[in-house]
């Protein structure tokens, strides 16, 4: 499902994402945030979530995969009964000088529905839950703000339900589901889905995109 951004939208679009979000946050000193850095987000499928990031500035590399569940090395046919308990997330390796946490987020938030529960579009189930799986303390505290902020200024009609959790292990999925729409841009869901994310961030994220 893509992000709307008409008048009587069932969620928010990337542009009210980035005027709520405007004016930045109160961050930690830039000496000691590790370079390079990890995060890891949840936003139903991760082919989408992939395709997003890749295409951002100071973002070396995004790895499709599965955390937060209850089994060691699961495989896409075990987390897709939503028995597990991982979601679909990427890892994202980042150069904080070049790309803050704090934007991440923003585009995190602006390219999928972080309202609805165990769900994204027809995406159905546990493994679809909207998560930031936080590998510090100050990645934990910004998550935190930046969803106060954007329920404070409504920019969603519903409240957000996105998990914020400490990470746990990552288990990086098959080899067929990495740059997945970057080799099957053709496949009809990413066609009807990934592409008119990325499309959406190129038009509205241009500051952010890697040249």
């Not at 839950?129 to 969803?147: L, N, T």
């Not at 106060?148 to 914020?164: C, N, Q, W, Y």
Request: glycine share 8%; net charge negative; with cysteine.
């Amino acid at each position: 499902m893509t992000v709307e951004d008409r008048a009587g939208s069932r969620w928010a679009g990337t542009v009210l994402v980035a005027a709520a979000l405007a004016g930045g946050l109160t961050m930690a000193d830039d000496k000691n945030v590790p370079k390079p850095a990890k995060a890891t987000f949840a936003g139903g499928c991760f082919w989408c979530t992939e395709a997003v990031y890749a295409q951002i500035k100071g973002v070396g590399r995004v790895t499709s995969g599965y955390i937060g569940g209850t089994v060691a090395n699961p495989t896409y046919k075990a987390v897709c009964t939503g028995l597990t308990g991982h979601a679909e997330a990427v890892e994202i390796e980042y150069d904080p000088a070049q790309v803050p946490f704090e934007k991440l987020l923003e585009v995190f938030f602006a390219t999928h529905d972080p309202t609805t529960k165990n769900r994204q579009g027809a995406d159905v189930g546990t493994q679809y839950r909207s998560g930031v799986f936080y590998h510090d303390d100050e990645q934990k505290r910004i998550a935190e703000e930046v969803i106060r902020r954007l329920d404070e200024a409504g920019v969603f009609p519903a409240k957000i339900v996105t998990e914020v959790t400490a990470a746990s292990t990552f288990y990086p999925a098959e080899d067929y589901h990495q740059d997945y729409f970057a080799n099957n841009p053709r496949q009809p869901y990413c066609q009807t889905v990934v592409a008119p994310k990325v499309d959406k961030v190129r038009k509205v994220f241009k500051d952010l995109l890697a040249q």
